[in-house]
């Protein structure tokens, strides 16, 4: 009864599309025919909304012209008697009009959909039957002609008004498009990498080649087809690549390693020299037999050495200053200094462009009376300070124990920068030490730092070999407890500067403490291009040893993985959207342990979304301000970053647009405010102009070419109003 009462509709519905009204021969006449036409418009509205809706005829698969066509000229017929009317009359036709507009638009979007979704089915079809023949070239060209093709219609699909009737849209063609192509995803990873190896070693970029091979590698453990052919692929790959060093990597003073493109047999002494006196001692080659560390002697401060592989020079390495006189330049690491000793932070200030910043800025510390400022770009001023193609160096001399950083405001954006912490460290002199744990340990200077009983403050404790050493009860060498010594550590040493003192290294650490180097941060904005949603954490641990992400106290986890033999770890952790997702991670003695090993555990916060317009707000016209309100989770803000190729796409009721690109006819950001999660943008002329543009209408389309602090573009959903 129901569909045959929707075929009435629409007969009766097209039969009055079809009205075409008569020359009125009074006022009378023609509201009664403008009537018509507008109920008509309405009627063919309401039939187009049915044929689009899950609830209504919609099937995914029939396009309903003749129900659109209806509409539309139902529609244009209304508005050509509307357009003579005057007054009040016409704006309440006008307004009866809007949803025959909107249900329009809808149907074309669903319409656009359809088309879209059929050339996914078609690339999802090739794919398909590469997989079935094994084809391997087929099936990795496929695979990213269909990732492509569903990235490039996505948005068509997301256009379909009304959530049951997107999701029917999307599970008819997206998804098992998606669930094809990543049923093969580790395969073709393994053939894009195998591919760049061939491409590199043709070119002699073994650095280069060798990382495809690792990380095709890792891949490959994942691969559940064709797995015998991946790997012959990969060995043929890595057996044209000729046996050579890749890096020349200084640990410490006594300690060089060396990596190479591909596995050693044998790693004697004698296949290794350097030049200018420095001499290898020993070798000891890892367990994938792809790295050789060697003992050295003899490095001086400064000097670059040069290593001869097998009697042909290969990759240099310079050994750092070791006077504890020299100034600090990187801003971004925190360093140890003392009582009196300088450090030189360098900052390198950016326009809202990009371009190198020239202007005034702020300098103070953020804990007073730990370090006092001597210069600021070689001024004692603190405030107004002028900044030159964007360096701002800013001199410190340790005052007192304690913990500090410099922070920097740029006046013309207001935003902040933060550098690494400044520790003023005091000396140890006669203070003991009895089995306390070692906070930092600095070879090139021969000293380590440590808090008595884990109280403020940090103690610098200098070694020399006058010295007496003992490691775990024997009595070591000057260097092998050096070599021994670690952050972790506990020691004990009734300390006296200057005098001969005795070490006794109680309890040593052989494992190396975990780190995580995926992501580089501790906090940082994530939005993964899947709809799965995971994020691959990784980091560095000793080899043979377990990482354990969200361990419970019994040391149970879902996610528990083993430190390969390079000391490399990676985990596969899943997100849940638009909020903040804590992973605490430790390592482990074994999978089934519950006490994480020396070096604690480190937490990592990522907060999974999109970087979004919030909010806009203003009117558009030459030198009006508008004001955008970025993203924000859990209180973790979007710092937005424009350029001169940021571009403010516009639209109104009519579909027309209108641009303003940044730095075009005096359209500028304003910042006068200190919430970088909030920007301003002063108006000027339009980019791309549009006579036929209704202001009054305008709402936000689009904003191009911006980015957040994590690197992730700006998306705009939907359509913003001004507000």
Known sequence: MKKKAIKIAASTAVAASAFVAAAPANKADAATNVEQLVKAAEATAKVLQWSISVEGTADFVTRPYAEYNAAKKANKAAKAEVAKLKGADKAVYEARLLDSDLQIKRAGAYIDALTSGEKIKTKQAALDKAIKAADLKAVQSSYHTL?????????????????????????????????????????????????????????????????????????????????????????????????????????????????????????????????KGLEVSSTKLSDDKKTVTLTV?????????????????????????????????????????????????????????GRKYNGYADVELTKAGVVDIVSVNGDSKLTNVKVKDGVLSVVVKGAAQGETTVKVTNLDTGKSFESG???????????????????????????????VKGADPEYKYSFTKNDTFQVEGKIVSYDDFKKALTQYSKISVDYKKGERNFFNLVEKVDVKVITVTNPSKKDVRVNPKTNQKYFDLRGTGEPGKYVKINADANGNSDHAVKVDSSGRWEERVYLSEGVKNTFVIGQYEGKNSSDVVVGGTKTINLYEGEFEVAAVAGELGFAE????????????????????????TFVDKKGEKLEYRIGYDKTELVNDNNNSNEIKVKLGGPSKSNKDFDADTAQLYNISNVTNQDGLNLTVNKTLPLQ
């Open 625 to 648: 301000e508008l004001t955008f309100t970025f993203s924000s989770i859990d209180g973790y803000k979007d710092e937005a970053k424009f350029t001169t190729s940021s571009v403010l």
């Open 421 to 451: 912490k400044t520790i003023v460290m005091v000396d140890g002199d006669k203070i003991a030490l009895e089995k306390d744990t070692v906070l930092h340990v600095d070879s090139d200077k021969d000293y380590f730092t440590a808090k």
């Open 147 to 275: 990732t492509a093709e569903i990235r490039k219609q996505a948005e068509l699909l997301y256009r379909v008004y009304g959530q049951s009737t997107r999701d029917g849209i999307l599970r008819t063609f997206k998804d098992p498009a998606e669930k094809l192509y990543k049923s093969v995803i580790n395969e073709v990873t393994v053939l894009d990498h195998t591919d760049l190896v061939d491409k590199y070693t043709k070119s002699k970029e073994y650095d280069k080649a060798v990382d495809h091979v690792e990380k095709a590698e890792y891949a490959l453990k994942d691969v559940k087809q064709f797995k015998d052919a991946l790997t012959k692929n990969l060995n043929d790959a890595v057996d044209a690549l000729p046996l050579t060093v890749k890096s020349v990597t200084r640990v410490n003073s006594t300690t060089v390693e060396v990596k190479f493109t591909k596995a050693l047999d044998v790693a004697p002494v004698t296949h290794f020299t350097f030049d």
């Open 297 to 353: 002697n003899g490095e001086k401060a400064g000097e670059t050495y040069t290593l001869s592989y097998k009697g042909e020079a290969t990759k240099s390495y310079t050994a750092p200053k070791q006077s504890t006189d020299d100034p600090i330049t990187s801003a971004d690491k925190a360093e140890r200094i003392e009582k009196d000793q300088y450090r030189t932070y360098t900052f390198d200030l950016k326009d809202s462009d």
